[in-house]
Each structure stands twice: as structure tokens, then as C-alpha cells.
């Protein structure tokens, strides 16, 4: 070696640009709510007859309107939880929760489609688990975006396990594992990335925006825990999440 050379570059320009761009998104989809909840609101008024019966061809249309707006609903939803946290607007709000209950919720929430998909479930929480100090808004939101992939990445008649412990005398530990689809090895370095999806669950038809782990792991991160998985195709996947148990650093 005889010498190096050492190259700064003044990066503000590229930061603002990125976080306008940030804000147009976040503008956006704030504005595309309005509109959409409208498509909603008279759709469900339709589909359940308030203004006359439909015959079956215009229930089967009307219902597939209905469906493609609660997509686009909920994309437009993540889009602007994308945006919060990255423009740093997510506003955490911890408070003492009960973080047993929390999944029974979130699960019973879920049971149609676990019902429907003829999936054998369980939950075990550890006794030992009591009140933590955490934001319960944004830990449904973990919790819902997992379990739903599990639900949605197993075929039916599967199994997924859920389960909540202490990892050690500071850390929780929520692990949720089925035995699905599994990610394809050489993709799994882009899980976390926002918009990706997987080329074997695509390939399935399977709807998706490709932001739920995205926000899932910043708020995991952003709340001083850890997220990873461990997935084969031939056996499923078991997706880790540990959180502090004195409570979410703000
Ligand atoms: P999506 O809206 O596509 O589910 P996510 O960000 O939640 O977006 O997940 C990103 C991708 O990670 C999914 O599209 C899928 O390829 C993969 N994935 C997540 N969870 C699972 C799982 N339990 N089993 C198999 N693949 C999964």
C-alpha cells in the first residue's frame, strides 16, 4: 500500500429531495383516503340491498369492487404508516399493556380466515409474562402483519404456532412459526426491504403489498427490539421478535 484516498460528498441535496418525495407520498395517500372510504361506504350500502335487491351477476361484480377497494384501502394505509415513520411522525404512545390479551385479540380477529383455510392453530403464553410498558397500537400491528403472512403463506391445512415468553430477565420474546411456503433462500436478505415480495408466494397469486415487514421491523427497531426469521421451503417459516421489557425507548 502506498497510500489511500478518502472521497466525501455532501449528500443534503439527495436528503431533501428524498424526504419531498416522502412528503408527496404521504400527502397523497392521506388525500386518496377521502375518496375511497366514499367507493366503500356506498359499495356496502349496494351489496347489502338498501336501494333494491341485485341479481346475482351484480353482486358478483359489485362484491369484486368492493374487494379491490378494501386492497387499495389498505395499501394506501401501510403507504402512510411508510411514510410516518420515515419522516419520523410515528408517534409512540407507550403505556402498561397487557401483552397476552393483545394477541387473543389479534388472533380472534384472524379466525375467520384460520377457520376458512382449515388451519390447526396455537397459542401458548408463558405465565410468567405480565404488563409491559409498550404502545399497544403499534404492537397490534406487528403482531397482525406476522400472523396474517403466516395465515396467508401456509396452505390449507396447516399448522402455526404462536407463542410469548421471556426471553431473560429484560426481553420478551413473541415467536410465530407454520409450516408454509417458506422464502426461498436467495431472496431472504430482501425480506425486510419495502415493496418486495417473494418470487414463490407471487407465483401463488397471493395478495400482498410488500410493506408489512418493512413497517414491522422499524417499529420493532425503533421500539429497542430485534426481528429475524428462520424459513425453508420445505418446512416453513418461524419469524422471532424481542422487545424490551422496561419498555419502548422513545
Ligand atoms: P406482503 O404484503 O407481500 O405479505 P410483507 O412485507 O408482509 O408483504 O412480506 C414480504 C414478503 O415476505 C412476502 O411477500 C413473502 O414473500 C415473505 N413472507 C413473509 N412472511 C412469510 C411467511 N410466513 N411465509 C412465507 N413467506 C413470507
Known sequence: IIGTIKVFRDITAERAIDKAKT???????????????????????LLAGDVGELNEQQRKYLDEVYRSNQRMVELVNALLDVSSLELGTFIMEPEPTDICLLARS????????????????SLTCDKDVSLMQADPKLLR???????????????????????????????LILKISDTGFGIPKNQQDQIFTKLFRADNVR?????GTGLGLYIVKSIVENSGGKIWFVSSESKGTTFYVTLPLDGIKI
Not at 412528503?23 to 350500502?45: C, D, G, I, K
Not at 400491528?141 to 401456509?154: D, E, G, P
Not at 407465483?203 to 395478495?207: H, S
Open 141 to 171: 400491528m406487528v403482531m397482525q402483519n406476522i400472523l396474517s403472512n403466516a395465515i396467508k403463506y401456509t396452505p390449507e391445512s396447516g399448522k402455526i404456532k404462536f407463542s410469548i415468553a421471556l426471553k431473560d430477565a429484560k426481553n
Open 106 to 121: 389479534v388472533i380472534a380477529e384472524q379466525q375467520p380466515e384460520i377457520i376458512a383455510r382449515n388451519i390447526v392453530f
Open 203 to 207: 407465483d401463488k397469486d397471493t395478495d
Open 23 to 45: 412528503e408527496f407520498v404521504s400527502l397523497a395517500s392521506h388525500q386518496l383516503r377521502t375518496p375511497l372510504s366514499t367507493v366503500n361506504w356506498y359499495a356496502e350500502m
